[in-house]
Structure formats: C-alpha cells, structure tokens
C-alpha cells in the first residue's frame, strides 16, 4: 500500500496519510470480501464503488464522498485516467434480469426437445423463440396467432406481429427464425386463427404461461425457463451488438430508456480505444 501512495502522491492534492487511512480500510474491506491482496485489483471502479456502498456502515454521506474521491484519484494516478463514457458504474444487477449464457441457452433447447408429450415440446420450443428470437414477456405470448409469424420466403427475415397495448413488428433473429416459423406453420389452419402458444387450450389469462411451464418436467442441471430472463438475453444481444437505442426501444415495445436500465449491468463494456473512437466520431 505504502508503494501504490507513494508513486500516486506527486499527482494527487492529498497527504499520504488521508490516502493510507482510506486504502487501509479498502484493504481489509477486500480481505473480507476474499478479493486478492494486490491494491491494483481493489482500485477498480466498481469494487471502489462496492465499497463505499457496503463497505462503511454508519459513515455519514460526507465521509463516504471523501473516501470515493480519495480513492478514486488514487485510481486515476495509478491506472492512468479513465476514459469518459458516460457509463455508470455497476452497482447491483438482478438475478431475474440475468441472461442466459451461450452454455444454458443450449441446454435449454436440449431440454425443450426432451419432454414427454409433443404438446410440451412445442409448447417449450415456442416460448423459447419467442423469448430469445423476438424478446416478448409473458402476457404478449398468450393473444399470439399462428397467423401473426410471418415469413418473406426462403431465406427471407421471420417477423411477428405483437399484439397488444405495445403493438409493433419485431424481426426475429436469424439463428432462431426457422424454430418459429415451424412452430408456426405447425398450427396454421386454413380459415382460423389458431393460437401460436398453446393452441389446444381454451381457457387463456395471464397465468397461461406459468401454468404450462409448471407441468414440463425440470431437469436440475438446466436453468428454469423464464420470460423475462430471455426477453433480457435478447435485449442484451442487441446492446451488444450496437444496435441503435433507437430500434431496440422500438423493438422492445419499451416506451423510456428506463425500460432498458435492468439490463445494462449486463451489457458488454466496450474497449476503451474503441469507446475513444465513438465518442470522437472516427469508428
């Protein structure tokens, strides 16, 4: 610690002694928290920021602005300055609003192709496209037609048509457009408008979703289905992808950025030559 100070104190306003104080505490806050003893490894943004907001109970705003200061232009005099982004640091993020990973994503689909029933397969394999092919909740599952998919063709975009209050068109991704469109074709009846989810069954409300999914039989070594988890697996896809606020807003059925807030801590931070050159205009 004393070295991390001793190279910083030339570049900071502080005396070593304000900075030893607040590393001091910074570093037993990490040994409890069983992060390595390496200071360079607690000056990070976010455990800079976990610890100001676990880390000291009972201290007053005003010392808490003081400790985030201090530490944070010890960062900068350590790392080097930061690069401007706009981007807010990574408090808390929901487990509800995590996404699937590649590995559970697959797993999912293994288990959605191992039910019992062919009414349970299907009924998997819908929800999954819809969630992870064109981001819908729940309650825009339920009122879905058959009719609703529509296709332009081989090789041409899958798209649907939600309904609803946030009514809107998404196009469905490519790697799962053709799981929806044979979902879709699979229910079509000439001169009726067959439901895409759930075809068969006459009672329809909002629990529809939740009731199918308890009768499919777990497995434990596969994550729940969730709606909501894949709506975020897909929105995150997008950010990642650098799509344009924008369409994803458009897309969502989102009416504020807000709507987008439960899933940025799970967004992919972009390299920082790479943010230097998107703020500067030059990417």
Known sequence: MRQIVREADPLLPYKATELLGVLAKLALFADAQGVPAEARTWLSAEFIERFIQVGCPGVGEATRGNYRSRLLRLREAVNGPPLVTGMPVKLSASDVSRPYSPAEQVALWGWAAGQPTAALRSGCRVLLALGLGVGLDSAEVVPLRAHDVRT????????????????????????????LAEEAGAVVREGQASYLFRPAATGRGKNTVTNFLARTVKNPKVPALSMGRARATWLVALIDEGLPL???????????????????????????QLAGKLLRGTA
């Open 152 to 179: 332009a063709g081989a090789g041409g975009p899958v798209t649907l048509a939600v309904r609803g209050p946030r009514q809107r068109l998404v196009v469905c991704r490519r790697r799962i457009e053709r799981v």
């Open 246 to 272: 924008t369409v994803i807003v458009a897309a969502s059925g989102v009416r504020t950025l807000h709507g987008l807030s439960r899933v940025l801590p799970f967004a992919r931070p972009a390299h920082a």
